[in-house]
């Protein structure tokens, strides 16, 4: 009987120590992304898109590869890889379905720096005559490489390490601010990089702090040098593709496929420089010859790594936040969800895998993302595409890209950094809703431009952290008074059976970038939560939430539980007499709420708000101000809405 005993709890013991089918199938979801959309694919509706999405995009990876591996100080053979393996990666295991990763302008400027330090130029007349078996490359371009390889696998090594321990919940403290004036500064950062490029001047590596006025100082001491032809070239070429993206953007809705302009340029300015031989007539300078194929894997050079470890933390740190904020982005604009740490873990694999295959460090880029929403893409097939034509010119057309004048290039880099550099618009909106923001983006600006897109990043953080610590009352961050949810039930004239339900919260807390995300979960879950009980209509149910303390946690909607109850009406009224300051995030985490709120016919009303309150949420758009939705009083807001639905009674006013 006891070896009976023994048998059936080693049976049990196994049941509950063994992983079920659908646990590992839902693991295996969780990290390859690819498995959860794939499947459910529709070749009808999505492969035109996506194909056409993705001829654009390789387009712009092609060029983009080229310039930002120049940037980066390698042969811009090595871009195209970037752009080639990294986008592969990303969309097997990337949750960001409308995120194109491939070479990054800011990751190739930071790899640069330990490229010219470890393997300067002044190093290339004692190798340059050694030619290794590797694409008939130099030695001086395989240590290049081999530099900017072990960059990317060090730094994409620490995303890993990020991702084991699951900081991607400590993103919330990357506020849109920080992350708006980190991505204009590198912006403004490449496009100084490309200046030599569109001038024709010869300059020699500029780094380091105050490395960009450096820059503007030795191009004004050498103005005289500036070649006529090539800037006459830029202009043309950026006045072309100013106007035609211009106008494809105006009728893109009439017509089903843009006109691929950086293609036509790409393709005209070759041919006629190839035709009047301008690289011997006027010494402009091309991109040069470009070996085809792809050579066999190759480990980085790991003695270097101790070496490259502050290129490498910077890579990880700065090439992350771009690429969330994007990921980020395209969720919310197309509604679907995305895991921070997951997303760790797909850049991370793009960064490692990557440099055993003479790649340079890889981020998501704004500009192939905006392509991407222009041009339809559906999902993470239209990178799949571009990774099919990218391998055709590696193999096929690399090699008649070696007429493409670098003037040209740069001019499609610039203007395709339009989406980041518009950024500078935002000011006004942070100035209107939040002052203490408009200063925190100025000053990160300032801190990227002067010395590094990572200090910048690290600044911003450090800064918002201690002002919101500054601006919290003592007493109100050691003790925290709950959300309380109250809910009143009041039969309709017209449909006896159909009840109207009003939510009543207050908020008893400040509402800024440490707790909007938190708050913002905890209100939805209690919109949406099931509202089939058997309370009597007069009972007042309490639901209490912690909207400060439990802010450190990763809260996510589950948009498959976003369908509000289709037996009431709802209407919810946010009492924020207890929201005593609030910063840019928490006014937009409002707005945002505000609009979902619209979305699933739910009424929502503020009322006892601060006149700073009501001019932010004015100030921030995208409200419909037809309809009053600010009050002085929760009874005048509750007043509003059963003379607006034709209530005959009420059943009891509670005041919170």
């Keep these: 009987m006891t070896g009976a005993k023994r048998k059936k709890r080693n049976v049990l013991w196994r049941k509950m120590h063994t992983p079920h089918r659908e646990d590992i199938k839902q693991w295996c979801k969780r990290r390859l992304p690819i498995l959860e959309w794939a499947p459910q694919y529709n070749l009808k509706e999505n492969l035109l898109p996506d194909t056409v999405s993705g001829v654009m995009l390789a387009v712009q990876q092609v060029t983009q590869g080229l310039s930002f591996a120049m940037l980066s100080s390698v042969h811009p053979v090595f871009g195209l890889y970037g752009s080639l393996f990294p986008a592969i990666i990303y969309a097997v295991f990337g949750m960001g379905r409308h995120v194109a990763t491939g070479t990054f302008g800011l990751t190739s400027l930071i790899s640069a720096n330990a490229v010219e330090r470890l393997v300067p130029q002044s190093s290339r007349n004692l190798t340059t005559q050694n030619y290794s078996s590797v694409l008939g490359l130099s030695e001086f371009e395989l240590q290049r490489i081999g530099v900017a390889a072990a960059v990317?696998?060090?730094?994409?090594?620490?995303?890993?390490?990020?991702?084991?321990?699951?900081?991607?919940?400590?993103?919330?403290?990357?506020?849109?601010?920080?992350?708006?004036?980190?991505?204009?500064?590198?912006?403004?950062?490449?496009v100084t990089s490309q200046v030599k490029y569109l001038l024709g001047i010869k300059m020699p590596y500029i780094s380091g702090p105050l490395g960009f006025f450096y820059i503007y100082a030795y191009v004004f001491e050498n103005i005289k040098s500036v070649q006529l032809e090539a800037l006459l070239l830029s202009l043309l070429?950026?006045?072309?593709?100013?106007?035609?993206?211009?106008?494809?953007?105006?009728?893109?809705?009439?017509?089903?496929?843009?006109?691929?302009?950086?293609?036509?340029?790409?393709?005209?300015?070759?041919?006629?420089?190839?035709?009047?031989?301008?690289?011997?007539?006027?010494?402009?300078?091309?991109?040069?010859?470009?070996?085809?194929?792809?050579?066999?894997?190759?480990?980085?050079?790991?003695?270097?790594?101790?070496?490259?470890?502050?290129?490498?933390?910077?890579?990880?740190?700065?090439?992350?936040?771009?690429?969330?904020?994007?990921?980020?982005?395209?969720?919310?604009?197309?509604?679907?969800?995305?895991?921070?740490?997951?997303?760790?873990?797909?850049?991370?694999?793009?960064?490692?895998?990557?440099?055993?295959?003479?790649?340079?460090?890889?981020a998501a880029a704004m500009g192939r993302t905006a392509g991407l929403y222009s041009t339809g893409s559906k999902t993470q097939v239209a990178c799949l595409i571009s990774c099919i034509f990218i391998l055709i010119v590696i193999y096929a057309i690399g090699?008649?890209?070696?007429?493409?004048?670098?003037?040209?290039?740069?001019?499609?880099?610039?203007?395709?950094?339009?989406?980041?550099?518009?950024?500078?618009?935002?000011?006004?909106?942070?100035?209107?809703?939040?002052?203490?923001?408009?200063?925190?983006?100025?000053?990160?600006?300032?801190?990227?431009?002067?010395?590094?897109?990572?200090?910048?990043?690290?600044?911003?953080?450090?800064c918002t952290i201690a002002i919101v610590l500054g601006?919290?009352?003592?007493?109100?961050?050691?003790?925290?008074?709950?959300?309380?949810?109250?809910?009143?039930?009041?039969?309709?004239?017209?449909?006896?059976?159909?009840?109207?339900?009003?939510?009543?919260?207050?908020?008893?807390?400040?509402?800024?970038?440490?707790?909007?995300?938190?708050?913002?979960?905890?209100?939805?879950?209690?919109?949406?939560?099931?509202?089939?009980?058997?309370?009597?209509?007069?009972?007042?149910?309490?639901?209490?939430?912690?909207?400060?303390?439990?802010?450190?946690?990763?809260?996510?909607?589950?948009?498959?539980?976003?369908?509000?109850?289709?037996?009431?009406?709802?209407?919810?009224?946010?009492?924020?007499?207890?929201?005593?300051?609030?910063?840019?995030?928490?006014?937009?985490?409002?707005?945002?709420?505000?609009?979902?709120?619209?979305?699933?016919?739910?009424?929502?009303?503020?009322?006892?708000?601060t006149e700073s309150l009501i001019k932010a949420m004015t100030n921030y758009g995208d409200l419909d101000t037809e309809k009053p939705i600010f009050f002085d009083s929760v009874p005048a807001a509750i007043s509003i809405i059963q003379s607006n639905k034709n209530w005959s009674k009420a059943s009891d006013h509670s005041e919170v």
Excluded at 165 to 176: D, K
Excluded at 332 to 357: M, T
């Design 237 to 362: 070429s950026i006045i072309v593709l100013v106007l035609v993206k211009e106008l494809n953007e105006q009728f893109k809705r009439k017509i089903k496929v843009v006109l691929p302009v950086d293609l036509v340029l790409i393709i005209a300015a070759s041919f006629a420089c190839y035709c009047t031989n301008m690289e011997n007539t006027y010494g402009l300078e091309v991109v040069g010859h470009i070996p085809s194929g792809i050579p066999p894997p190759r480990a980085p050079p790991m003695n270097i790594l101790s070496a490259v470890l502050t290129e490498a933390f910077g890579v990880a740190l700065v090439g992350y936040v771009a690429s969330l904020a994007l990921a980020q982005g395209s969720a919310k604009k197309f509604k679907y969800s995305v895991d921070d740490n997951q997303e760790f873990l797909a850049h991370g694999l793009s960064n490692v895998i990557p440099s055993f295959l003479f790649c340079i460090p890889s």
């Design 471 to 609: 601006r919290f009352p003592r007493a109100k961050t050691l003790s925290i008074t709950d959300m309380k949810e109250m809910e009143l039930k009041v039969k309709t004239e017209m449909h006896d059976e159909t009840s109207q339900q009003i939510k009543i919260i207050s908020i008893n807390n400040p509402l800024v970038f440490l707790n909007a995300k938190k708050f913002s979960a905890d209100l939805m879950k209690i919109i949406l939560k099931d509202s089939d009980s058997s309370q009597p209509l007069d009972d007042v149910s309490k639901c209490e939430q912690n909207t400060l303390l439990s802010s450190l946690s990763n809260g996510n909607c589950n948009e498959e539980a976003s369908q509000p109850c289709s037996r009431e009406k709802c209407s919810l009224v946010l009492n924020c007499s207890g929201l005593t300051f609030f910063d840019y995030t928490g006014v937009s985490t409002l707005a945002e709420l505000y609009l979902d709120c619209k979305s699933r016919s739910v009424d929502m009303f503020l009322a006892n708000c």
């Design 399 to 462: 090699p008649l890209l070696y007429w493409l004048p670098m003037c040209v290039l740069a001019s499609i880099i610039v203007v395709g950094l339009k989406g980041m550099l518009i950024q500078f618009r935002d000011l006004k909106k942070y100035w209107n809703v939040d002052k203490i923001d408009w200063g925190i983006w100025i000053s990160t600006y300032i801190f990227t431009i002067c010395f590094a897109a990572n200090v910048g990043l690290l600044f911003g953080v450090v």
């Design 152 to 190: 990317s696998f060090l730094g994409g090594v620490i995303q890993l390490v990020m991702f084991v321990l699951q900081l991607g919940s400590a993103t919330f403290l990357l506020t849109e601010p920080v992350i708006s004036a980190m991505t204009t500064g590198a912006a403004t950062h490449v």
